[in-house]
């Protein structure tokens, strides 16, 4: 037996999910996390980024989002190249240390100055260097449109960090609630 579609009664604007709806919704959809790092007046920068993925082959492109209101992503943009450091399940602490407003987020932290003038984390899973090649305004954050210049694949073969039902990993009812990506504290995509 065939279940009948659920259709919405009203799919107009009055319609429209609240934020905390909408935030339990998208909780549904796992995603990777990701570090977002860029040089800006000679000074290391970066915030911990969940909304990223791959946009096109030829020519190479990514994309990341991140809120207007944030303080590393108007430097990461000025300073037009930027490295998106994929991270491993291990690394929650590099998680913590991106996705807080606070703190020295580069403080007693080991990384590489890419070719490419970036930020290279070390020990991750991939690193992707890019420049800013458009973007985007959307709502309450800006839709980042990146061209690839150079891509680093550590020797690592762990698993990639996973953030679902806002949670660290799929299978682990019991682990730690991650930082609200979308709160009035700590935010990912904040900077």
């Excluded at 020295?104 to 992707?128: H, I, Y």
């Excluded at 806002?166 to 935010?187: H, L, Q, T």
């Amino acid at each position: 037996m065939t279940a009948e579609p659920v259709i919405s009664a009203d799919p107009g604007p009055a319609g429209s999910p609240d934020p905390a709806e909408f935030r339990r919704a998208m909780a549904e959809f796992a995603t990777g996390v990701t570090v977002i790092t860029a040089v800006d007046d000679g000074e290391p920068v970066g915030f911990a980024c969940q909304s990223f993925a791959s946009v096109s082959l030829e020519p190479p492109l990514i994309l990341f989002c991140a809120d207007h209101r944030g303080r590393s992503w108007p430097r990461i943009r000025s300073a037009g190249r930027f490295c998106v450091n994929v991270l491993a399940e291990d690394q929650r602490d590099l998680c913590g240390r991106f996705g807080s407003s606070k703190g020295a987020k580069f403080e007693g932290l080991d990384w590489d100055l890419s070719a490419w003038g970036t930020p290279q984390l070390r020990d991750v899973l991939l690193n992707v260097h890019a420049e800013v090649h458009a973007v985007h305004r959307a709502g309450d954050h800006d839709v980042v449109i990146g061209r690839v210049l150079g891509l680093h694949l550590p020797d690592r073969a762990d698993r990639p960090m996973l953030f679902f039902r806002s949670r660290f990993g799929v299978n682990e009812p019991d682990a730690p609630i991650a930082p609200d990506p979308w709160g009035r504290g700590d935010r990912w995509g904040w900077g």
